[in-house]
Each structure stands twice: as structure tokens, then as C-alpha cells.
């Protein structure tokens, strides 16, 4: 989960108006953020260049040559501690599928059936979960709809102490390398013991199939360094 004050994120999107609409909602849902705005593949990696965000919003249909997926590809390559949430209209599940591999923790539909459910979908992210659309989850998971699973630690599943700081750097979308560094470990360390563990408490085969079922069961991962995480061992 997020603290509270401090949240800096980034609203990737060419569109000026659906741009300043997504700046009202996310000022509903967290007012103490501090919130920049970029139009462009361009303006977006100036943007990372001159600051840390702790999250950024991707709109993956830019106008021009260069997507909302090469800004989430250029994050990933710099190794950006930032949670990247894809925006889009489209709803094919191998779109997410890939996005969700290059490094996305999250997918929100902008054409969603009313403000009220895409606040939901904003909330959910807030809270440190993942929100994927239901074309990807099926039946019983975060789909668009006005009521949502209640969130589930990650604790209360046996995922405490390093094991819960790897899930989240997972969730992150880093690679095993720019993990074992956050963690001074060996990434050989990350690779054989803490992925596969993971793949195992989840009955999950490979990293895009984690996160589809951190969202399916509303999973909220405490934040490295964070009160839970600490007192989780």
C-alpha cells in the first residue's frame, strides 16, 4: 500500500481532455498527490528523467509512432522503481497478456461504464492491489462491476518477510537482475529459490499467470520497508 502523503505520479495521455479528467478522479481518490502530465512518449521520459514517481498512468494509443508500451519498455529498461498502470479501450486479453509481461501491474479500461467504476478501479490500485480487466481474470475477480472482493494480505496467504518484498518487486514488473539489487542478494538467489516458491504458494507456472492471480483474489502487498512488511518478519 501507499503512504498516504508524498505520491507522485505521472498521467501519460494525448488526449488533453480525458487527460484532465483523469486528474480530477485521481485528486478524488488521493488529494495529497502530486500529480505531472505528459502528452507524449517524448515529454514522459523527460519527465522520468527530471524526477522519481511512485506511480504512472500509461495510455497505451499515443498519437505518433511511440506507445504508452515503449514509455512502460523504456521504464523497465531503467530499472524505475515506479508502478506502471496501462490505460486503454481495449479490453483483448492478449493485449493486457502483454502489457502485464513487458512490466505493467495493472490494466484499466477507460471506457468503463461510469466514473463511479473506474474510481474503483483507481481505489483498488491505491491500495496496493492489482486491477485487471475480467477478460483476463474470468469469473470471480476484480471484473468491472459496482461491488469488489474484499483485499486479502499478503501475509495471511504465508507470503511474509523477503518472500513478500520479491512479490512486490514482481508486481513491480522488474527483472530478477534490478530485484536482487534492491535486496543485495545474488539474482541466481531471486531466480531458484524465491520465484519458484512464489509460483508454488500461487499454483502458477510463470509471472504473468501470478499477477492475474493477485488480482483474482485481491492481494495487497505491504510496501518494502513498510509497518506490515516489518512486522510480517
Known sequence: MFEPNGLSILILEDQGLVRAGMRALVQICEPKAQ???AASYEEAVAKFAAQRFDLAFLDIDL???QTGLDVLK???DQELDTRAIMLSGRDEKEVVMACIA???SGYILKDMENDGVFRQALDTVFQGQVFLPATVLGRGGFSPRPSAPASVSAESLGVKGRTAEVLYYLCQGLPNKAIANRMGLEEGT???DYVPKLFRLFRVARRTELLVEIARRGV???TPGSE???TAG
Open 35 to 37: 500529480i505531472a502530465e
Open 63 to 65: 498519437k505518433g509512432e
Open 74 to 76: 523504456h521504464m523497465r
Open 102 to 104: 513487458a512490466g505493467a
Open 190 to 192: 531471486i531466480r531458484r
Open 220 to 222: 495487497s502487498i505491504p
Open 228 to 230: 506490515a512488511e516489518l
